[in-house]
């Protein structure tokens, strides 16, 4: 087969998709009004005990779902296809994708699917589609969560070209003593068999350096013990900005006014629930909270290493006391405790420099 009967056999593939996806569009049910709780609980029996009692209305409530969810199954399907479509690189009419794609978000049908269509027609027509979605209050809060997930990940080489440029005319927001740290915004290092003097005391600068002028308001940095997808409906906001500031500031060094005001219209971009109404004030939260994450990493250092020395153990206290990194300050005091026990001395284990 030539490269121009190919070419056209995928044409005839992808139209073939096309009218298949306008048919199950055009053949849904209208979408059922909500029901009251009762109704929802009864639902969910008869799918346990098919012999159960109903009325000829609440038959016709549950027919109705069943049909509109055989009918959603059916264009989920479809977009599926055309997705598999877009990722295989078949010609397709992207214009006309992204449309259907963004009328099924509105439909309440498809899935997912629809949300990973967009995702796969990439730059421009699935970045727009997705921008008028998380912003678009008529569509469910569980696909705006999905769409600005994805739109993130389609915006992330920005991120990461920013991210490449140099800093040299921007104001860094972390004390010097902390920009040659390159391990990400955990802070610590990785678990040393005899970790030199040098190191310790750079740690202690490190946390001394950190450390706030006065007691936060409220701790930081903030945590959250679910998981990214099972827990998603629970998801705190700051969570998401992540998303954005990760790959734009990977390291302490890239931690600049610029680039954190420039997160926040990002983040407005991606229609995230900010605590902040204005950059600045955005700029001076998350200023603290990378920091706060950067000594908790230290923090945990000290612990994993045992370094129990007294300066140790007393910015340990002051951390506590400043609401910053206060688990990992709290497991350092306890471990020291725990050692002095053991060993009938206060500054048990590796002491450190003093």
Known sequence: MTYGEEHAEAQDRTAALFEELDAAIAALPAKPSLWPDELE???DRA???????LTDEQRQHFAARR???EASFRVQRSLRSLRKAVERGEPLDHPRAAALAELCVHAGVGGYDHIWLLSALGRPRGED???RLVKDESVSEGDRREAREWLAKLRRPEYEARAARPTDSEELLLPK???DLTSGWAGGWEIEDEPTPERFAQARAILEALLPDQRLASEEPPTWEGKWIEDAEDRPAWLEVQMVLVPLMPDARLVTRERLIWAWYECERLNIDLEDTNPEAFAERWTARIA???ARGMLEWLWREGCFAPWSLDLAMRYIDRNVAVADATRLLTEAAEAGSQWGSTTGGRPGPS
């Not at 799918?47 to 009692?53: A, D, N, S, V």
């Open 41 to 43: 609980d009864l639902w």
């Open 47 to 53: 799918q346990e005990e098919p012999g159960i009692p």
């Open 67 to 69: 049909a509109r969810w």
């Open 129 to 131: 589609a997705l921008t």
């Open 177 to 179: 003593v902390v920009s």
């Open 292 to 294: 706060a994450r950067l």
